[in-house]
């Protein structure tokens, strides 16, 4: 037989004998009789698998996959519909099934013919694996037993108790899968370099490299002032003057600069050396040669401390403890431009767009859902779907319009066409609002003018209060809309002290891209307003979901 099918028989004898063996296992923790045929078959699976020469000595996760176009697809999904009324219909003895089964096989037929006709189609058979450590793989047979057990457990309950304890147990499980993917950017964001690949996967344990103080006088590091930034750079030489010629280290968006001072306008300041081990001593590093060597200064044995000795690379391991590296998130402002002032201008710019984005959406919307739901006048209902029906226009469609409004208009390279569209309501939730206003009873409106009020009188002190979860709501989305608006800024934007963070974010990436720590510690700096606002006002939101039916939107 031919290799790909030997790969196909060996990846679908392990699913399939991984779906039995979970199956039993489920069977026997829930203490229901028949558990043992599917273990069986599981494992015979499994042994057939191991068998084949494709995957013989590899601890593996096989995965295959068929490439097809679409009338090659079509065709597979027509056969396998025609035989699966085929079979229902002798089961049932059911002959309208056969009408539709012979439908299926001959749209199945005419597909796989117009799939021939054209030369260029091909049968393309993917095939890889998942490679496994042998702790790897007895973690996931660890968490799935216990899944399995957490489940039938679960069951049980939820019959003797009701649902509640296995209704949160869900959404708790839930909560730990979808929060995933934050714990790791929270934690890459504290790794440092050597930590972002590992052989033994990812690594959920940062480790922070030991350092010692050390003074250097053959190669100080400088401390001092250069265009009114404060820096620390290494002396590269002087000049006939006898001035300084120095390099910036630091911040990172002037490393590699150049320039010359006095020596009295620098302070020598001591550096972070790297404390590393070797075979019967420990010590830091002093200086790293241009061949890769490094010279090295002991610590122990107490006989050579003070001394130095220059190792290859490949002699030194490095002396790690478990920590957070909390330098990656100065690094990551350091490394912003200067005029940007380590990223508050992007931070005023965006709180900018903040503010007035939600109060403009709030009091334009309130206002002309408040017309459309109390107000009576000829043609509100005709102007209201009117409304309604600009939904359904693309963003693409206006885009164009938007630009050159705005750009007659003198607006282009400022904030003004990113916020001032808010105070001219938005259809969605003119919509919302106003079916808020509409379940509010007519008699408040009613004692409001039997008191004296005017029209806006009422709406601001008897209807807005009565609306406070929409309001939220709406808050809430447009907060997050405006805090993560990319193609606004990238459109009419183009200075960087105009830029808010999500744009300021691209640019970050593009230029730190390498460095994995400090584009994760850049992002969870732009995430975390955003976890913060609806951890403090999630009442509001889940509230105004709840009351407007809109949980699936």
């Not at 002699?315 to 909390?326: A, F, H």
């Not at 969870?524 to 105004?544: C, H, N, R």
Request: with cysteine; glycine share 10%; charged share 15%.
């Amino acid at each position: 037989m031919s290799s790909n099918l030997l790969v196909a028989i060996g990846t679908l004898s392990a699913w399939i004998g991984a779906v039995c063996l979970l199956r039993g296992l489920y069977l026997g923790l829930s203490h229901r009789p028949g558990f043992g045929w599917p273990a069986g078959v599981g494992g015979s699976l499994f042994l057939l698998a191991a068998s084949l020469p494709t995957f013989e000595g590899r601890l593996e996760v096989p995965l295959i996959w068929v490439v097809l176009p679409f009338t090659g697809w079509m065709a597979v999904m027509f056969g396998l519909l025609a035989a699966a009324y085929t079979g229902k219909a002798v089961l049932d003895s059911n002959p309208k099934l056969l009408l539709r089964a012979g439908v299926s096989l001959a749209a199945a037929i005419l597909l796989v013919a117009l799939y021939r006709a054209d030369p260029e189609n091909r049968f393309v058979l993917l095939r890889g694996s998942i490679r496994l450590s042998a702790e790897g793989a007895l973690a996931i047979v660890g968490f799935a037993a216990a899944a399995v057990a957490v489940m039938a457990s679960a069951g049980r309950r939820a019959r003797e108790r009701g649902r509640l304890w296995a209704t949160h147990a869900t959404l708790l499980a839930g909560c730990v899968v979808f929060g995933m993917p934050f714990a790791w950017l929270m934690v890459t964001s504290f790794k440092e370099d050597r930590d972002m690949a590992s052989p033994n996967g990812i690594v959920w344990i940062p480790r922070v490299q030991r350092t010692v103080p050390y003074m250097d006088r053959k190669d100080p590091l400088l401390e001092g002032e250069f265009e009114g930034n404060w820096v620390q750079a290494t002396l590269a030489g002087k000049d006939a003057t006898g001035n300084y010629i120095v390099e910036v280290q630091r911040p990172y968006s002037l490393r590699g600069v150049s320039f010359t001072g006095r020596p009295s306008s620098f302070r020598v300041v001591e550096k972070d050396a790297p404390m590393v081990s070797g075979v019967g001593f420990t010590g830091f590093v002093v200086r790293e040669l241009s061949d890769g060597r490094r010279v090295v200064q002991f610590l122990s044995p107490p006989a050579d401390k003070g001394s130095q000795r220059t190792y290859l690379a490949s002699e030194l391991e490095p002396i790690r403890d478990i920590g957070l590296r909390t330098q990656n998130y100065t690094e990551a402002m350091e490394a912003m431009p200067p005029e940007t002032r380590h990223g508050l201008v992007y931070l005023k710019n965006t709180l900018i767009l903040v503010v007035m984005g939600v109060f403009g959406t709030l009091l334009s919307s309130s206002l002309v859902a408040y017309g459309f739901a109390r107000l009576r006048f000829p043609g509100r209902d005709l102007i209201f779907k009117i409304l309604l029906a600009t939904m359904m226009l693309p963003g693409a469609v206006t885009l164009l319009p938007q630009f050159l409004l705005f750009r007659s208009l003198g607006w282009i390279d400022s904030l003004l066409p990113l916020w001032v569209p808010a105070f001219f309501a938005s259809a969605f939730n003119v919509f919302l609002i106003r079916q808020f206003f509409v379940q509010i009873p007519t008699e408040l409106e009613d004692a409001g003018k039997i008191d004296g009020a005017s029209v806006l009188g009422i709406f601001w002190r008897i209807m807005l209060p009565q609306i406070k979860p929409a309001l939220a709501v709406v808050a809430i989305w447009t907060f997050m809309g405006a805090w993560n608006n990319f193609m606004g800024p990238l459109i009419y934007v183009n200075s960087p002290e105009n830029m808010p963070l999500s744009y300021a974010l691209q640019l970050f990436q593009t230029e730190k891209g390498g460095n994995p720590g400090l584009m994760m510690a850049f992002a969870t700096l732009t995430v975390l307003p955003v976890i913060a606002l609806f951890m403090f006002t999630q009442k509001y939101f889940i509230e105004g979901v709840t009351l407007s039916g809109l949980g699936g939107r």
